[in-house]
C-alpha cells in the first residue's frame, strides 16, 4: 500500500540536473499521497529518478524506499509498491546462498530476489506488487506488475523520456505530458464500462502495463514480456479430487493473505464467498491468538429503515460469533455520502468508475480505517469458478443519448466488437480442445474483465483510505487451477455451489446461506434514486457542461425517465438505473477536473 513513480531516459546523464530530477520525482509522488502520506523518498541516478510514498504501516525504520543495494560492486536500486505471501520462504532460500538481511521488509527481500536470479524471479513471486529496478550491472531498467493486476502501473513515453506511476496523476506531474483524449479513449469510457481493455490508459500516449507483464529499458529501447497468463491443458480430476484441491487452495490463499502479527477484519457482501472467507479467517485467527473484527455494510435509507445487505441473526454468522469470538460492526452508509464519494472515488481511479459501487466501498473502507488496516473479502468467487454477469450491449444504450455526429465518428459497436475479438483471440487451448474452445474463451474473456475490474476497484477505494483489501478468491494458482476443470463441475444452474460449496460444506462450522450475489449498493434505494437523478438533471441544466459536447439532453432525460426505478442491469453488467445516472455524473466530474483536449 504505496505510491511509486519515476523517470528514464538512456540519452541523457540526469546527474547533471540532479536537483531538478529529484524535485521532479518528489512532485509525481506527492501527487499520490493519498496512497501513504507518512514517509516520501527519492533517488537519482545517471539514467533513471525514483520515488515512493507510503504509510507507516510499512515499518518505515527498516523498509525505507528506494531501497539501494550493492553487490559485487554494483548498484541495485529499488521501488516497490505490494505484498509478497512467501517473503519468509524466499528469504530462506536467499540466506542459504549467502545474503545478509538488513531489514524485516519484504522490500529487502524482493531485491535480493531479482539480484539473485534476475528477470527469473517473476517465477517466484507471490503476491501482489508493482516495482521498478534500476540494474547497473545489466545497465537496465526492470519494471514488473504481479500476474493478475492487483497493483496498478501505468506508463507514457515522450521523446527519450519514459515517466511511471501508480496512478496517472502521477504521470500528469511531468511537465511535457497533458491529459489529451482520443477516439480510443471515448470509446473506453462509453462502451467498455465496467471494465476497460488492458494495457490502454484512456488517455492518448498513457499506457498501462497489463497484468503478468514485464518491461525492460535500457539503450536499445523499450521491451514488454509478458511472464504468465492463464494456460489450458487437460484436467482429469473427478469431482471428489477437484473438491479437495480447491479447498486447499482457497485455504491456502486466505492463511497467506492474513496477517499473523496485527489483527484482521472480514468486509462481508451478499456473497456466498465472503462467508467461507469469513470461517476460514475465523479459524485463522484463533490459532494465532489475534481478534477478527467483520463489517457488515448497510444502507441507510431513511429515518429508522436499513437495508441490510445480509441478516445479522443469520445462524451461521451466530455460530461463528459464538465459537471464534467475532465482533459485528455494522457499517451505515446514508445517500450523502455515496452522493459525495462519487467525485472522490472518481479521484482515485483518476476515471469515471462503477458510480456508488465505488463510493460506498469507499465509504466503508474509511469507517473500517479506524479500527483495521488489514480486511479480507470474497469478492471475485463467482468469477473466479465462472459465473458471470449477464453480457449487456453498452453500446446500444449509449447510442440512445449520444449526439448523432458523437455516435456515428465513435462507431461504439465496431470498437467493442473489436476489443472482444482481440481478447477472445488471446485465450489459450491446446490441440484436441476444440469442443471446450467457446468455455475457454468465455472464461478468459471474463478473466480480464470482470476480475481485473473488481481488483482495480478495491485496490483503489481502500488504499485512498489507508486500508490494504485482500481478496483470496483473486489467487492466480486457483485461477490457474479452476479454469481448467470443466465446465459442468464447476458450476449448476449458473452458480458455484457444485465445486466451491461442496469443497467446504463438510469442513465449515455451519450450512452456509443462500443469497443472490450484490455488490456493496443499494441499488433498490428509491429516495438515492431520486437523489441523483435531480443531481444528474442539475448538470444537463447547466449549458457549460462537458456532458454537453458529446450527449443529447432531451435524450438523456427521456432514457433516464423512461427506465425508472428499474431493477435490472441495462448498462456495464452491474449498472441498473441509478449507477447509469450515477456514472454520467462521474463522468461530467472527470472531465471538468483533468479537462482534456480533444485531439
Not at 545489466?138 to 492487483?150: E, K, P, S, Y
Not at 429503515?305 to 451466530?318: A, E, G, H, I, Y
Not at 483518476?350 to 488489514?374: Q, R, W
Not at 452456509?512 to 450484490?518: I, K, Q, T, V, W
Request: net charge neutral; with cysteine.
Amino acid at each position: 500500500m504505496s505510491g511509486i513513480a519515476g523517470i528514464i531516459n538512456f540519452k541523457k546523464n540526469m546527474f547533471e540536473y540532479k536537483s531538478y530530477n529529484r524535485l521532479l520525482v518528489n512532485d509525481m509522488a506527492q501527487a499520490l499521497r493519498h496512497r501513504g502520506h507518512d514517509s516520501c523518498g527519492e533517488w537519482v541516478g545517471e539514467h533513471a529518478a525514483f520515488s515512493d510514498t507510503r504509510p507507516a504501516a510499512n515499518d518505515l525504520d527498516v523498509g525505507n524506499q528506494p531501497m539501494k543495494k550493492i553487490v559485487e560492486g554494483y548498484e541495485f536500486i529499488i521501488t516497490y509498491n505490494g505484498e509478497l505471501y512467501n517473503s519468509n520462504e524466499l528469504k530462506k532460500n536467499l540466506i542459504k546462498f549467502g545474503y545478509i538481511f538488513d531489514t524485516k521488509s519484504d522490500t529487502e527481500v524482493l531485491l535480493y530476489t531479482y539480484i539473485h536470479y534476475g528477470e527469473k524471479c517473476t517465477q517466484m513471486l507471490n503476491g501482489i506488487y508493482a516495482f521498478c529496478i534500476w540494474d547497473s550491472m545489466r545497465q537496465q531498467v526492470f519494471i514488473c506488475r504481479d500476474r493478475l493486476g492487483a497493483k496498478p502501473l501505468y506508463y507514457s513515453k515522450i521523446g527519450d523520456t519514459l515517466v511511471f506511476g501508480s496512478e496517472i496523476k502521477a504521470l500528469f506531474r511531468f511537465p511535457f505530458l497533458k491529459p489529451q483524449l482520443d477516439k480510443t479513449g471515448l470509446c473506453e469510457i462509453f462502451v467498455m464500462p465496467p471494465s476497460r481493455t488492458q494495457g490502454i490508459g484512456i488517455f492518448k500516449n498513457v499506457n498501462e502495463l497489463r497484468p503478468g507483464c514485464t518491461m525492460t529499458i535500457n539503450r536499445s529501447g523499450t521491451f514488454v514480456n509478458r511472464y504468465w497468463n492463464l494456460e489450458s491443458k487437460e484436467n482429469t480430476d473427478n469431482f471428489e479430487i477437484a473438491c479437495e484441491k480447491t479447498y486447499d487452495l482457497i485455504s491456502d490463499s486466505v492463511k497467506c493473505r492474513q496477517p499473523c502479527n496485527v489483527s484482521s477484519g472480514i468486509l462481508l457482501s451478499e456473497n456466498p464467498g465472503s462467508y467461507i472467507i469469513a470461517a476460514l479467517a475465523a479459524k485463522e485467527a484463533a490459532l494465532n491468538g489475534k481478534s477478527l473484527s467483520v463489517y457488515i455494510p448497510e444502507f441507510k435509507l431513511c429515518e429508522n429503515n436499513f437495508d441490510k445487505v445480509f441478516c445479522r441473526n443469520n445462524p451461521f454468522f451466530k455460530f461463528l460469533t459464538e465459537i471464534y469470538g467475532i465482533k459485528c460492526i455494522p457499517l451505515i452508509c446514508d445517500n450523502n455520502s455515496l452522493l459525495k464519494n462519487l467525485y472522490d472515488s472518481v479521484y482515485y481511479r483518476d476515471l469515471p468508475g462503477m458510480a456508488d459501487l465505488d463510493s460506498s466501498l469507499l465509504y466503508f473502507c474509511h469507517e473500517i480505517k479506524k479500527e483495521n488496516t488489514v480486511i479480507l473479502s470474497g469478492d471475485c468467487s463467482n468469477e473466479i469458478f465462472g459465473i458471470f454477469p449477464p453480457s449487456l450491449d453498452n453500446a446500444s444504450v449509449m447510442n440512445k443519448i449520444l449526439k448523432p455526429a458523437v455516435s456515428e465518428t465513435l462507431k461504439l459497436e465496431e470498437y467493442s466488437r473489436m476489443r472482444y475479438d482481440e481478447t477472445i483471440a488471446e485465450a489459450p487451448y491446446f490441440d484436441g480442445d476444440e469442443k471446450k474452445k467457446k468455455e475457454r474463451q468465455l472464461y478468459y474473456l471474463n478473466f480480464n474483465r470482470c476480475i481485473c475490474a473488481l481488483l482495480d476497484r478495491c485496490e483503489r477505494m481502500s488504499t485512498a483510505s489507508g486500508v490494504k483489501l485482500r481478496m483470496p478468491f483473486c489467487d492466480y494458482r486457483a485461477a490457474e487451477y479452476l479454469q481448467n476443470i470443466p465446465y459442468n463441475i464447476r458450476t449448476a444452474n449458473n452458480t458455484p455451489e457444485t465445486l466451491l460449496f461442496e469443497a467446504f460444506k463438510n469442513k465449515l462450522p455451519q450450512k452456509l446461506p443462500s443469497f443472490s450475489y450484490r455488490q456493496y449498493s443499494p441499488q433498490y434505494n428509491p429516495r438515492y434514486e431520486k437523489a441523483v437523478r435531480g443531481l444528474l438533471f442539475e448538470i444537463l441544466e447547466d449549458s457549460s457542461s462537458p456532458l454537453m459536447t458529446f450527449f443529447d439532453r432531451q435524450s438523456v432525460i427521456e432514457l433516464c425517465s423512461e427506465h425508472s426505478h428499474s431493477e435490472k442491469p441495462f448498462f456495464g453488467r452491474v449498472m441498473a438505473l441509478p449507477q447509469f445516472m450515477g456514472y454520467l455524473i462521474q463522468i461530467d466530474y472527470w472531465l471538468r477536473e483533468y479537462n482534456p483536449r480533444l485531439v
